[in-house]
């Protein structure tokens, strides 16, 4: 894989527009758009088109850091993120037969503008996902999904063997490698319930014409973003 200090001077040129895991690793470049991915690899479940690797990151068994940047879409200023973990070799490609764990709540992130940046964000201490248990050699794969205001989604992965926190082999966090671009602003995901399940649908005059708007409307509280 390549190294995180490679990973954040290929991205800030190359990832205008889409996901670059720059800690602890990358499962490989996926910043592609040919005749076999004309709508780019980055789009593909699981991990953005790339199979399994051999070249694995060493990755805490107490959960780490995970850094990545985002990119963005022109037009786009603000996004979904999720950070998942697959376990096992079931998959078709050798590896997890799915990425279902979720390591930690979806947020949004926030950018300045509307075109594309490099900006880099970093979570210093990620957890396992809750009921995972894991020992130094198990094998298993990280997965960063990145949902676009139209309901797209990009996919990019690392491959890592877990070791003791105290692994030599065990890249260094360091400011360098793992940081915040001020240019990227964060917002935790609420829900307000319009209707729980089973209940019958509001007649008023106001519910009739509110409704339709409020299944998929956004707005922002508190300077936070509500999903209505």
């Known amino acids: 894989m ?34 076999d991915f004309p709508y780019g690899m980055q789009w593909m479940y699981p991990c953005g088109g790339i199979p399994l690797t051999s070249n694995r990151t060493f990755w805490p068994v107490t959960g780490g850091a995970i850094a990545f940047q985002p990119g963005w879409f022109q037009g786009h200023s603000t996004a979904f993120i999720y950070i ?98 001020t240019d990227i602003g964060f917002a935790d995901i609420y829900t307000l319930t319009v209707r729980a399940s089973g209940q019958t649908l509001a007649t008023g005059g106001a519910a009739r014409q509110l409704l339709p708007f409020l299944s998929w409307l956004p707005v922002v509280f508190g300077g936070m973003w509500l999903l209505l």
């Not at 001077?9 to 895991?21: D, E, N, Q």
């Not at 990358?26 to 005749?35: F, K, Q, V």
Request: hydrophobic letters at 40%; aromatic letters at 6%.
């Open 2 to 35: 390549l190294s995180s200090t490679l990973l954040c001077i290929a991205g800030a040129l190359l990832a205008s527009a889409h996901t670059v895991i720059t800690y602890p690793g990358w499962r490989g470049n996926n910043l592609i758009t040919d005749e």
């Open 84 to 181: 998942n973990m697959g376990l096992g070799t079931e998959g078709p490609d050798h590896g997890p037969a799915n990425m279902s764990l979720a390591m930690v709540p979806p947020f949004q992130i926030i950018g300045p503008t509307k075109n594309p940046f490099p900006g880099t964000m970093c979570l210093p201490q990620v957890p396992l996902p809750a009921n995972v248990h894991v020992k130094a050699g198990d094998n298993a794969t990280i997965q960063v999904v990145e949902l676009a205001l139209h309901g797209a989604s990009l996919f990019s992965c690392v491959d890592i063997t877990f070791v003791e926190p105290n692994d030599s082999r065990l890249e260094e966090v360091t400011e360098d490698n793992c940081f915040n671009s």
